[in-house]
């Protein structure tokens, strides 16, 4: 009789394998929720540098290490939009974005690459973390902090904004 | 949504350009501190530490139960001149005969008057004896200590009932120089079932009273070699006599205070109180039982002090906890909503 494989703990994976593992989703999931592929190198490698400092806190029975880094580079994104928010209030440049328009991944259609960019970054990274990452709706709850059916509704909102904008441009 | 632009945007999933790779991999090469104390007490070693802190919660209230209990006998308390010593028989004492238990035996052997001291001296003495005969005999044998010991009985109390318990409360004088023997003659007329001593020293105040009636008698020498001079007008005669009046009448009240002292001093007061009651076999039994339950109970009544206090703080933490996080994820919303 074999006993059950029990899952390894953090430490005993190297942090290293992990982050070869998953910094392009990381990474992806950052070009979404920016729209900035410069400032989401950034962000991942913030994210990244946070993620080792709390590797040995990281609990593989509670979510996988693509759900923990991704809530890592949520937050990080985060603290990132307060900052700039912070920033344009005392530069009073209301409603004015630094983010460059349209700075989304290469390889898609223009009318779909305008449709994203069109769409919230909340709406952006509902997609990007249930359709670019694959992840199931407990997972993408977990990253977002919210309930599976929440993430569904979110996603359902998204795609169909999405699809109504493709319309628009077709 | 078609499948088409779902596949597209999975198709079109960004990679990490080289540079970022390259720091990713630079980072990791770094050795992580290690993890805080707090953050290892995962979930399975929580769920053994609790088990065993509770084990040994239950074992230190059984250790605290089974430790002798201190007698306030053991126990002599000493304030300023003054000292009091109570001897409280606990329940394992109950069983002995009496005959087993004399004074000279017990604890509290060594509490005695301090001899050449004058002191105040009382006791207190709750005896069984078995039966209303016994009763009878036990009051009269306490008398005749009291007598053959020149002292003297104070009061005396009897009460024998043709049914239920039968007691006598005595109240007897004996010289405190005789003291030891008194008690240990009374104690062996039945089963002890409590004992207190108390000694107050009464030297100090005797010595204080001797010294003021020295003064006051060479005050009142001095006054009347004053009166003896032919030189005094009337009126400074009046004012001296009216002050030899007045160190006269202190005089005697110091005299009086002083042997009022030395008679408390001169006599010590026992009381003795002899009762049929019988003793419940059980009560020893019981008694570390009863214990590790007062114990547990104490336990239990002070956690439950402990959640009272806290409570409130803790239920007001997580209310505020919960609006923050309410805030902080309407915020976040608010700003993906404009990024």
Known sequence: MTLPARRQPASAVSFAVTAEAHLDDVYGYLVYLTRDRTLAEDLAAETFEKALKLWRRFDPRRASARTWLCQIARTTALDWFRAEERRRRREQAVARSDVAAGDMPEGLSPELEAALAALSAGEREVIALRILLELDGDEAARVLGISPTAVSTRLSRALKKLEERMTVHV | ?339
């Not at chain 2, 005669?237 to 009086?256: C, M, S, W």
Request: hydrophobic share 45%; no cysteine; proline share 4%.
């Open chain 2, 1 to 339: 949504m078609s499948e088409h632009l779902l596949d597209q945007i999975r198709a079109a999933k960004p990679v990490a350009p080289d540079t970022l790779r390259e720091r990713v991999r630079t980072q990791a090469a770094a050795l992580p501190a290690r993890r805080p104390l707090l953050s290892r007490l995962t979930q399975r070693r929580f769920l053994v530490a609790l088990p065993m802190t509770l084990v040994v919660g239950l074992l230190a209230a059984g250790v605290i139960a089974k430790l002798p209990q201190e007698s306030s006998s053991d126990t002599a308390v000493a304030v300023g001149a003054a000292t009091t010593a109570t001897a409280e028989a606990s329940r394992g004492r109950e069983s002995l005969p009496a005959q087993s238990a004399p004074f000279q035996n017990s604890d509290s052997v060594a509490i005695a008057p301090t001899p050449g001291r004058l002191q105040r001296v009382d006791a207190e003495l709750r005896l069984r004896v078995e039966g209303l005969d016994e009763l009878s005999n036990a009051t009269k044998r306490a008398m005749r200590v009291a007598q053959s010991l020149g002292g003297y009985v104070a009061s005396v109390q009897y009460d024998a009932p043709a049914r239920g318990v039968g007691g006598a409360n005595l109240v007897l004088r004996v010289p405190s120089a005789r003291f030891q023997t008194a008690i240990a003659q009374l104690s062996a007329l039945g089963t002890i079932l409590g004992q207190r001593i108390g000694i107050e020293d009464l030297q100090t105040s005797a010595n204080d009273l001797t010294d003021q009636i020295v003064d006051t008698q060479r005050l009142i020498a001095q006054l009347r070699r004053q009166l003896a001079s032919t030189s005094l007008v009337d009126e400074e005669r009046a004012v001296l006599q009216a002050r030899l009046a007045e160190a006269r009448r202190r005089l005697a009240d110091l005299q009086t205070a002083l042997r009022g002292t030395r008679a408390e001093g001169a006599l010590a007061t026992v009381q003795v109180s002899l009762t049929t009651e019988a003793i419940t076999p059980a009560a020893e039994k019981e008694g570390r039982l009863d214990r590790l339950g007062e114990i547990l109970a104490w336990e239990g009544t002070a956690l439950l002090y402990a959640l009272v206090l806290v409570g409130p703080f803790v239920l007001l933490g997580i209310l505020v906890w919960l609006a923050l996080r309410l805030r902080r994820r309407s915020e976040e919303t608010r700003l993906l909503e404009r990024a």
